[in-house]
């Protein structure tokens, strides 16, 4: 059941990283830990094993993704490389900081920051402003801020570089494209991080690689990497405000039950 659980998921995840330009960590990172509970995963490790996992799957997603976007003229690769530097710095600093904060701290700060995505969601896309990226400074300074987030919560940093993008004045369909590509640097770096600060955890799961745990990354990226190009076809085809506000909702109850647990 958990296999098959693990390959829905994964299936989901591939298909928002195409098609709203997030990694899918949003719902991977709740999944795996009510998954990682139900197998007796050591509280103290349960929320660093969810994220640290999470990042790693999103790696192989966002490569996917990537592709596919790119094979539309999508990305928009000047600010990518703008926001690159800063990212991978604060992705590692992001995990960095989880390995310090306790489970229980994490799984809170993640039920309001899924809250947070939900109204991102249910809100109507930003519309892109009629300006230019700000000077490199600031790219980096984002780009960091962007980086620490993403890692700290296990995600591609798409619910967070989207509207960013948009007010860079990238149109939504860059926005979203080059919102892949930055989730690419933030899943290497991040999983980098997590797995050098849970080498020498007590109580991992078997099989585990820091607080990577290899059978549950291995399940999600087996689906993820197959629906990633599909998702991003349907970006270019629907408007999915819709899907949008129903994606939003059930992140929003995500939330409010890791917040009540």
Not at 11 to 21: D, S, T
Not at 32 to 44: R, S, T
Not at 45 to 69: D, E, K, P, Q
Not at 90 to 110: D, N, P
Request: with cysteine; proline share 7%.
């Amino acid at each position: 059941m958990d296999v098959l659980l693990l390959v829905l998921i994964g299936a989901v995840a591939g298909m928002l990283a195409g098609l709203f330009g997030i990694g899918g960590g949003v719902v991977i990172v709740p999944v795996l830990a009510f998954v990682f509970e139900n197998q007796g995963v050591a509280g103290d490790a349960l929320m660093h094993c969810a994220i640290g996992t999470s990042l790693a799957t999103i790696a192989f997603t966002a490569m996917s993704s990537v592709r596919a976007h790119h094979a539309r003229g999508s990305i928009r690769w000047p600010v990518f490389r703008q926001l690159a530097p800063g990212i991978v710095v604060g992705a590692l600093a992001g995990a960095r900081v989880a390995h310090a904060l306790a489970s229980e701290t994490l799984e809170v700060l993640f039920g309001f920051f899924l809250l947070f995505v939900a109204f991102q969601m249910v809100r109507p896309p930003p519309a892109a402003a009629q300006r230019q990226p700000p000077a490199l400074g600031w790219m980096l300074l984002a780009g960091l801020g962007i980086g620490a987030l993403s890692s700290l919560f296990g995600i591609g940093g798409g619910a967070i570089s989207v509207p960013f993008l948009a007010w860079c004045g990238l149109t939504p369909v860059q926005a979203v494209a080059t919102a892949a590509a930055i989730g690419l640097p933030i899943a290497l770096a991040g999983t980098a991080g997590y797995i050098v600060t849970g080498l020498q955890a007590p109580a991992l799961p078997p099989w585990s690689l820091g607080y990577v745990v290899l059978p549950a990354f291995a399940g999600i990226v087996a689906a993820s990497m197959l629906f990633a190009p599909l998702g991003a076809r349907l970006a270019h085809r629907l408007k999915p405000l819709v899907l949008r506000r129903a994606f939003g909702t059930l992140l929003a109850l995500f939330g409010v039950r890791m917040l009540l647990d």
